[in-house]
């Protein structure tokens, strides 16, 4: 766990994959440019003695990421978020499969979350219903702008992802993660438009939509949707990495989200691999906003609002007591292999009164 | 031949001045996109590189057909061409644009033209640009009740000077720099707000009047849309600075 000025800080890490991008599964050229593109994100934040090889990148090993997240990384937890594009990888290039294997290996360290796609029709329902039975989801990614045949991406306020979503709450899968972000394919940046977020969470304050990337490069529309519905988040991954290599930046953009949202509804993620958490929580963490940014704002990135935005937010979403969560990684096989037991406490000191 | 009419690639690059990158709004100029002029009697081609080879192919044909037209309203120049270089649609952008084709005839997969992408972003520019422009004032004592009044006709800008003067009332008027003034009204016009004298200097970021109670709002959602412009400058920087290997500040 997290230790800064004296103090625990749980990390419940909200976006992290565990991905396939070797050349054996690339079906479609959008595979190899989609990897590619990632490693521009991963090489141009990444501090340089930190930067991994593009192999290294494409594919790696449960036991690195176990290490980067939990033995090196100051990360507690991590929500495990799956990204399919089927039309460009083989075996998908980030499956619930896949990620399921992880959180069975290491149940107490990872949540793993569905993925849907309403142009699915029955067969993606039924799939749903698969997903939450076997792994248990109570979450679901959705990547508004994957291909899919002719289409280039979907809207979340469409009559069929209205169906999708019922079919959410009714089977528990409360968290909604949208990918929002940097407009990579297809050719028009409609599909990652923050604006269907909006009636979708007016049609349905039962569920929570996370938007990812806080909506970069569409923070404006982000922020404006978001302080008008309080069932929407944002998270942080793409934005965090700022607090490294533009701290400053940093500093303003967390200052509209905590004037737009507020401290509760803000969520880190390292999107790992894209970046490790190691360097980026100690970069968050180490963040301030400039006294006039925080005249400007009105608002301060203390280490209470730190807390929250690291692990306390998305501990709430996912039901997780934290204190007891404590006691449970303890005494898992990750605290075990890298001697992190002591970071969670002693285990007799607990029951003192 | 007047030194303006001479072509030098220094004449070409003011040229380019006036095109900026629509998500940045910044000159490409300034943000360094271009790699390479190359003159030859009339003729002018412009190689340019954009931070990432995934910018939005949108984007990249709206700063390249722009790049065009500008260097070809250059009196002396014939024929004016861009390359585009290491961009993932650089073929379609360059034949597209240098074809005089339209954005759907260069992408058949696209989805209807880019100009509803560039009113929207010109749109955003708006609104960040009158964050700042209003902050101006601000500072030069207006009230935000007399600043949501103000009509197109109460602004006059002294070009000579670079002061703009703002009028109040019939004996009360302001002088501030002209710049963000400037700037803004140049957005405003492209996005038809303040085109006649008697409508309104400033409106909401939706194009309405602003009523004197959601001044702040307004105020504040214009900072948004400046802090999301500059943010994803130094986004788009980062990824350039990985590309061409120079460290990033």
């Not at chain 1, 996370?210 to 929407?232: T, Y």
């Amino acid at each position: 766990m997290y230790q800064y000025e004296g103090e625990d800080v749980f990390v419940l890490d909200g976006h992290v994959h565990w991905w396939d991008a070797s050349k054996d599964n690339i079906s479609h050229e959008g595979g190899e440019q989609f990897i590619r593109c990632f490693y521009d994100y991963h090489t141009g934040f990444t501090p340089e003695e930190r930067q991994w090889s593009l192999e290294e990148y494409r594919k790696y090993d449960k036991e690195r990421m176990v290490r980067d997240m939990f033995g090196d990384g100051h990360a507690d937890m991590g929500i495990l978020q799956p990204t399919y594009l089927n039309e460009f990888y083989t075996e998908g290039f980030n499956t619930i499969d896949r990620c399921g294997e992880l959180a069975e290996d290491h149940p107490s360290r990872f949540i793993v979350n569905g993925r849907f796609d309403p142009r699915e029709g029955e067969a993606g329902l039924k799939e749903l219903e698969r997903q939450a039975e076997e792994f248990d989801v109570r979450g679901a990614k959705v990547y508004t702008a994957e291909w899919n045949g002719d289409s280039k991406g979907w809207r979340l306020d469409s009559e069929e992802s209205f169906e999708y979503l019922e079919k959410c709450a009714e089977l528990g899968i409360k968290n909604i993660h949208a990918h929002k972000g940097p407009t990579i394919r297809p050719l028009n940046r409609d599909a990652f438009d923050v604006a269907d977020v909006d009636d979708a969470a007016t049609s349905f304050p039962e569920l929570n939509f996370v938007v990812e990337h806080v909506g970069l490069p569409r923070l404006d529309d982000f922020c404006w949707i978001a302080a008008q519905e309080p069932n929407v988040y944002g998270g942080l991954a793409v934005a965090a990495p700022l607090a490294e290599s533009r701290p400053r930046k940093f500093g303003e953009i967390m200052g509209e989200l905590l004037f737009w949202l507020g401290e509760d509804r803000i969520l880190f993620g390292s999107d790992y691999a894209i970046w490790e958490p190691e360097w980026l929580i100690e970069a968050v963490m180490e963040a301030e906003m400039t006294p006039e940014q925080r005249e400007e704002y009105g608002v301060e990135l203390d280490l209470e609002v730190k807390k929250k935005i690291m692990g306390e937010n998305a501990a709430k979403l996912y039901d997780i007591d934290i204190e007891r969560q404590k006691e449970i990684l303890r005494d898992d096989g990750v605290s075990e292999e890298f001697g992190l037991a002591e970071q969670y406490g002693e285990g007799t000191a607990v029951a003192d009164d | 031949m007047s030194e303006t009419h001479r072509i030098s690639p220094e004449t070409i690059e003011e040229r380019l001045e006036v095109v900026t990158d629509p998500e940045l709004d910044r000159s490409i100029v300034e943000l360094d996109y271009i790699e390479d002029i190359e003159i030859d009697g009339g003729s002018v081609e412009v190689a340019f590189t954009l931070p990432t080879a995934w910018c939005s192919p949108a984007f990249a044909w709206m700063m390249m057909a722009d790049a065009r037209d500008a260097m070809a309203a250059h009196p002396a120049v014939s024929t004016a061409r861009i390359r585009l270089r290491d961009h993932m649609h650089a073929a379609e952008i360059n034949e597209g644009v240098n074809g005089d084709l339209a954005f759907g005839e260069a992408f058949e997969d696209a989805d209807g033209e880019v100009e509803s992408v560039r009113r929207e972003l010109d749109g955003k520019a708006r609104v960040a640009r009158q964050y700042r422009a209003t902050e101006s004032l601000l500072d030069g004592g207006l009230q935000p009740e007399q600043i949501a009044r103000l009509r197109r006709e109460d602004l006059a800008i002294d070009p000579e000077s670079s002061r703009a003067t703002i009028r109040l009332n019939h004996d009360l008027s302001v002088c501030v720099e002209a710049e963000s003034l400037e700037r803004y009204l140049e957005k405003a016009l492209a996005t038809g707000i303040a085109d006649e004298a008697e409508k309104r200097l400033f409106v909401t970021p939706e194009g309405e009047a602003i009523q004197p109670s959601e001044f702040e709002t307004v105020h504040s959602r214009g900072r948004l849309a400046a802090t999301n412009m500059t943010g994803q400058g130094h986004v788009c920087e980062n990824l350039g600075a990985s590309r061409i290997g120079s460290p990033s500040d």
